[in-house]
């Protein structure tokens, strides 16, 4: 049978992440969002203060807690909450994903002088992350793999050898978007979401068992630390979405007048604040998504927008028929990077096609809901305008088509400092 479409937003029962529809045919996702706006957020926010008082350390020149972050993705607005409202002294990590725009070389540069923070960043060595991201296309068709890996290893591997028991990050997509979980569980970072969910079941001694190429390398980046020394120093991931009513593009544009953040619009989605940092996310990745299992970024950034209630189900899911087909310009400059051709990449996704959204390689249709249940469940409006604004550059001129391994950011020119 083919999976059903929720009546509130457009995702369908083939989520990847598995969502349930209900008797009303809305699902887990909106149900838990629903939350949002009944929970007592003053309470929460208590109840962080509270949480995150056992490891302020009070020390001067020792840090609090680990701050994961890139040059996007609610980065700004995790270390202003942080830093400014739970005066806690952190410490940024960031795992290099090597796929980086200059502008978003730039926001993560902005982010450390913005902040007067400190910033440890893991960047592997390009030929094996080459070599993982191939052996990843082959096993599981992802060319993101080694992303993921390493951006959920480097915070715990710091965290185990700084002795720094905390680590903060922003939204949970397990809570916000398909609500596996409600925010009153307050689900914590675990060892088996990261694997089950973040890397699609594959650790990275299994994508070695299954490639010997990978033998001779050095894997530990994106190897998650021993049980033992986790327990040992107490180590805890907190999610800020438990606690504050998560509305990333709120915080995004508040972080553009208050910070200078730095925005772009995207190939392939409406979505013009969260991937600003990476050629290929909302580009050939998300292609390579479409292909496995059947749908693409912009669908996650509708139904979003429509649980927050700025966009009416109907403007949702003609946002995503304009963006969904639209071409990734950057496919090419992933085939240059791995030295393999594009269709071999794209032949990878098509060898792992989710079973649920695809029949014999054709996209099996999902069956609409019912007119009386999508006007039953409809959410009021309560912003008529869901734009995305975009910055002005602050490097005009420069073409931004190829990867920035490491780069200085940018530097006010007045700045003598
Ligand atoms: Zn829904």
Redesign the pocket.
């Known amino acids: 049978m083919s999976p059903r479409t ?6 369908t029962e083939a989520h990847p992440l598995h ?1 349930v529809l209900d008797s009303e045919f ?2 887990s ?2 149900r838990v969002h629903e939350e949002k706006d009944s929970i007592d957020w003053s309470e929460r926010w208590r109840r962080l203060e509270s949480l995150v008082g056992e490891f302020r350390t009070r020390v001067s020149g020792h840090y609090d807690c680990i701050v994961p972050v890139s040059g996007a993705r609610d980065s700004h607005f995790i270390v202003h909450v942080v830093k400014h409202r739970l005066g806690l002294n952190p410490l940024l990590v960031s795992y290099n994903r090597h796929y980086n725009t200059d502008l978003g070389i730039r926001n993560l540069a902005n982010l450390r002088m913005a902040f007067d923070v400190d910033l440890l960043e893991n960047t592997v060595q390009p030929q094996s992350a080459k070599a993982v991201t191939r052996a990843a296309l082959q096993a599981i068709g992802s060319m993101h793999w080694h992303t993921l890996a390493g951006q959920t290893a480097w915070p715990v591997q710091v965290a185990v050898r700084m002795g720094i028991p905390l680590i903060v990050w922003g939204v949970h997509q397990g809570v916000d978007q398909v609500g596996m979980y409600s925010h009153f569980d307050e689900i914590e970072m675990s060892r088996r979401y990261r694997k089950e969910h973040d890397l699609m079941g594959w650790e990275i001694d299994d994508l070695a068992a299954a490639d010997p190429r990978l033998d001779a390398l050095n894997l530990s980046p994106w190897r998650y630390p021993d049980a033992g020394d986790i327990a040992r120093i107490g180590i805890r991931g907190i999610y800020l979405s438990n606690y504050l009513r998560w509305d990333t593009k709120a915080q995004h544009e508040s972080m553009i007048e208050t910070y200078g953040y730095e925005t772009r619009a995207a190939s392939r989605t409406f979505d013009a604040y969260n991937d600003v940092d990476c050629h290929h996310y909302s580009g050939i990745h998300d292609v390579i998504r479409f292909r496995k299992h059947g749908y693409a970024k912009v669908l996650d950034h509708a ?1 979003r927008e429509i ?1 927050l209630r700025r966009m009416t189900r109907e403007a949702g899911a003609a946002l995503v028929a304009e963006h969904m087909n639209r071409p990734a310009p950057d496919g090419a400059l992933l085939a240059e990077w791995l030295g393999m051709d594009l269709p071999d990449i794209l032949g990878s996704a098509d060898a792992h096609r989710n079973p649920a959204a695809y029949s014999g390689g054709v996209p099996i249709q999902p069956q609409p809901p019912g007119k009386d249940a999508v006007e039953a469940a409809r959410l009021p409006q309560v912003e008529p305008d869901c734009s995305f604004r975009i910055t002005p550059t602050r490097a005009p001129g420069q073409r931004d088509d190829a990867y920035v391994l490491i780069g200085k950011g940018w530097f006010d020119p007045e700045d003598t400092q």
């Open positions: 929720c009546a509130r937003c457009l995702y969502l809305v699902c996702g909106c139904c649980r």
